[in-house]
């Protein structure tokens, strides 16, 4: 079950844009042939309202928004929420509070952090008013501290990078390293700061969408292996295709027999 649209006036993305990104989680589940035992629930609503208005008006949101001035200045523990909040929510929306003056960025983060700290407030009301999520496991897609009452798991202990945090789905991405035959775990831009020894990396799609980033070995350091090699999961053939640019050159002629041999393995790779 997602919560995503619960916070949508204060990530900077609207609520209708969960209707895409619901509808392409599913059609994951299946692909994976896995519906028989992966469910994804949207936030029932309360009649024509969206998920965000109803938290805010019915379960509390607003009254929590108008009063969290003073909620911060006499708990200390919603004074340190606050201020993390900040800190978080200030490397999330970056790119667009960069955009705004030195006052007017700390304006809209210090009311960024403050409605999220209200919505959430109205979330778990909302589960709390609700019996039938009792029996339901909520899952976060980021980090939080141990302090907060929520326990990290991790997932993906023995594919992350050397880090000292738990690995989430939140601002990582998942590769595969067909030079070591290995899944790794970790941002996007670490992921190619590591690249070396003629090493790059591909964006392999499914079904037209970034999917996969796979790290593979150029026979030549004068490759561009982006320009030249293409990568996409075939649906219908349960397995990895790839096209080259130049009808003349193969799959062989760009990267290394180990690393074809890796991708052949994990995913049946053909041409």
Known sequence: ????????????????????????????????DAQDFVKIQRIETDGNMGVYNMLKYNYGGLEMMDSMDDIIKSNPKKLNEYTQSKKFMGK????????LTKRARLRELSSIAKGMMAMRAA???????NDYYVNRIRVSIHEHPPTSGKIAINLFKN????????????HNCVMYDSTEDKFLVNWKEKMYELCKNG???LTATLCGYAYLLIKVRCLSDAISISSQLTLRFNE???ALQWNTNDNDSGIHDLITSECIANLHKQFALFG
């Open 1 to 32: 079950m997602s919560d995503y649209h619960t916070f949508s006036e204060h990530v900077g993305v609207k609520e209708c844009a969960f209707d895409v990104y619901f509808e392409q989680v599913n059609q994951m589940v299946v692909n994976l």
């Open 92 to 99: 999330d929306r970056d790119i667009d509070l960069r955009k």
């Open 123 to 129: 979330l778990d009301n909302y589960f709390i008013r």
């Open 159 to 170: 594919l992350q990078l050397d880090t000292n945090f738990v690995q989430t789905p939140w």
């Open 199 to 201: 090493q790059q990396i």
């Open 236 to 238: 219908k053939a349960n």
